[in-house]
């Protein structure tokens, strides 16, 4: 597991992979089945707890709708009485920890969220972007999960609708996890998806040039850039997004092993398989898939003097648009 230090503490990102898919209600006494989950679950609440936050918001981005959800949570002694959206009807609680979280499991589907104080949210993504977008004045901080269609459509808009108020030089943004283009290609002669490939670059090289690289015809997306750039067209300074460069698709543990669970580089190595006459499901089950788990915490706090420098992989889109 590894946490990353986003704008001087006001989020902290803690991303690993898991044996879990989807963690809903836990039944008290615990079932069998449910001792995975038990154990994935205490670890999430004690990350949560340790960094200050006491609840945690778990919407569905299963649907890939690029909307932002803003809770307005009602409290009393500190603690949440009521999530502040009806779509959040599950309370998940464990008997080790004081933290509870509200899922909203096949009802709140959402992309991304504003999250209040003191409050966290996980996700399971794959390849996608994970976003955080700050306003270091007024503290406001949201949490996004990226995917390729809805970063390209609807739902950077919907992120900056959320910060209307914000002057966008107090606006930071991290684009972080994903995958790295030289493994996210979309060629414009695949059996299938050929012509819907060449339509969806060309117009990313009409309207985002710098998200496509090499050659156009390869169809090689830069997720990041992508909404580094739809970013930059509301406004955001260049210096106030960052990149984090570590790749699903390709980063490895120390043993060896493939260090995140990656939905391309399974389909490819499917379709490896395939064409060897090797007997192969056209996917891989749910319940046979490591997941990434991805945790942000909206600690309540900032740091004006953070610097990118002093965390490890990350570089501001100033500085890499020079090289490019």
Known sequence: MK???????????IRGTVSVTRLGPVREPYPHGDLLQQAVLRWIFEMVEKAGATEIYAPDPIKENGLVI?????????????PGYPEFDQLITIPESTVRCFRGMDKAYADGIILPDKTAIFMFPADCLTINVVDVVLGKSSFEHGPRESTRRNLIPAVMEKFRDSK???????LCFGIQPEHFDHPFNHPVFGSHNQEMVEEILERWPKAIVGNPKEG????????AQRFMEYGVPAENIFFDDMDTYAERRPNGQFAYWSARRD???REKRQKSDEWTPLETPALQRPRNLVISINRGSFSPKWDWR????????SEIMKTI
Request: hydrophobic share 40%.
């Open 267 to 269: 389909r490819k190595e």
């Open 70 to 82: 803003e809770p307005r949570p009602i409290r009393k002694s500190g603690r949440i009485v009521d």
């Open 220 to 227: 090689k997306i830069w997720l990041h850039m992508l909404a």
């Open 3 to 13: 946490i990353m230090d986003v704008f001087g503490g006001i989020t902290n990102i």
């Open 310 to 317: 002093t965390v490890p992989g990350i570089h501001p889109v």
């Open 168 to 174: 966008k030089e107090n606006l930071r943004v991290m």
